[in-house]
C-alpha cells in the first residue's frame, strides 16, 4: 500500500487545475445505462472510483471507453443486458447503487447489493427505496440484496423527501426521466452535482424542469438518445486545495475553478482572514498577513457548507486564533479525523455533534492514518502546515476522490513524494 511522506512549512505558490467533479460524474455515468445510444462524458477525473464505476457498466454490458488523454468516456449501453450490480463492486463503492433506477426504469427489474455501512455512517438508502416503491417498484430485501422489479414502465408521483438526499434525488430522477407521467421530487438535494446531473438528463432528451431549485418535476418520455456532456469543475477538490493556500499562508491560482457554487467555502474561508477573488477564469486564493481566525460553522446541504468540505476546514480551524466550534448534521460519524489531528498537536474536543476545536501556534509531523476520503486529506492539509515530517498511510482512500495529488501540491512548491509499500 502507498504513503504519502510530506515535509510541512513551505507556503505554496503557483496554479492548480481543477478536474470535473467526481461526484457529478458518478451519477452521470450511471445514467447512460437509461438510454442504448452512447453517452460522452468530458472533463472526467482520473480518480480511482470513476473506474470503479466503468467496472461495474461493463459488469451490466455497457461498451465503456475511457481516453485519459482527452479526458473523456464514452458510455455506449445498448448492449447492456445484465440487471446484477454484485456486492464485490459495492461494497467498494457505494456510488454503484445510483444504477438502481437507471435500471429499473429502462429494463424493470434490478439487483443491487445493499450497500452497507460505511466510515463515516450507517448510511442507509431507505430514501430511495420508498420513493421508488411510489413509483410503483415493487422492492424486496434479500440476502443483502434489493430485488426491484415493475410491471410495465414506473409511474410518475410525488415525492417528499423527509430529508434532503444527494444520491436519493439522483436515483429518483433517472427513474423518473423514463416514467410514465409527471414525477414531482419535493425537497430534493440542490447540489450542483445534481443539477449537472438534470442538465445532461434534458441533452439526453429528458424533461427534467426546475433545476436547481428543490422542486423538481420530471414529464417520463419514451427513450432517451445519445448526448454529450461536460462535467462541472469539483469543488471539494477547489475547497481543499484553497485550504492548503490558506494553511500554508500560500497563494495559489485554482484554474477551472468556480466561485459561485462554491459560495458557502468561499464565504466562510472569507471570514477566517483568507484573500479569495475571481481571476484569470480561476479563483485565486492567498493568505499574506498574520494568523487565520476561528470561525463557526455547521454543515448544511447545498447550499449550506458541504460536509465534504468539514475535515479539511477543521484542519485550518486548528491552526488559528480562537476557538471555532464545528458542527456536523449531515453524518453521524464524520469526525475519524480528529484523534489523528490531535496526534499532530491539535486541540479538539467532539461533544456529539459538535466539535470544538481551540486553536494552537503549531502542528508536528507524524505517523498518521485515516479511514475515508475527506477524513485523510485533511491530514494531508494538516502535514503541509506542520513541522516535520508527516508519513500518511491508506492513500487508496485519496486516489479515490483526489487526481495527483502530490503532483498538484509539488508542483507549489509542497515538499511531498509517494512512496509505495508500507512502512
Ligand atoms: C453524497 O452521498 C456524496 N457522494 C457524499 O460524498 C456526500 O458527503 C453526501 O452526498 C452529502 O453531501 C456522492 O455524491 C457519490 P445523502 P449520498 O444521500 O448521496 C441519510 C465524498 O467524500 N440518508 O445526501 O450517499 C444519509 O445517511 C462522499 O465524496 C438516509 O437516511 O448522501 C446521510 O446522513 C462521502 N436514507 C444523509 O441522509 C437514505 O435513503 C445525506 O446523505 C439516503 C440518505
Redesign the pocket.
Known sequence: MDRIIITGGTPLHGEIPIGGA??AA?PLMAAALLSDKPLVLDNLPGVADIHAMGNLLAELGAKVDFDAVARRVTIDAGAADETTAPYDIVRKM??SVLVLGPLLARFGKARVSLPGGCA?????????LSALEKMGAVIELEGGYINAHVDGPLKGAHIIFP??????TENLMMAAALADGETVLANA?R?P?VTDLAHCLNAMGADVAGIGTDTLRIQGVRMLSAAAHSIVPDR?ETGTYAIAAAITGGDVLLTGAQLATNEAVFGVLSRAGVEVSEDQGGVRVARKNGRIRGVDLMTEPYPGF???MQAQFMALMSLAEGASMITES???NRFMHVPELVRMGADINVHGASAIVRGVHGLSGAPVMAT???ASVSLVLAALAAKGETEINRVYHLDR?YERIEEKLAACGANIRRASGSA
Request: proline residues 6%; without cysteine.
Open positions: 467526481k461526484n458518478l457505494r456510488a463515516i455512517g450507517t448510511r442507509p438508502v431507505d430514501l430511495h430529508s434532503v438526499t444527494v444520491g436519493g438535494a447540489e452535482e471539494i458541504p460536509t465534504d449531515i453524518f453521524e475515508d476520503l475527506r476522490g
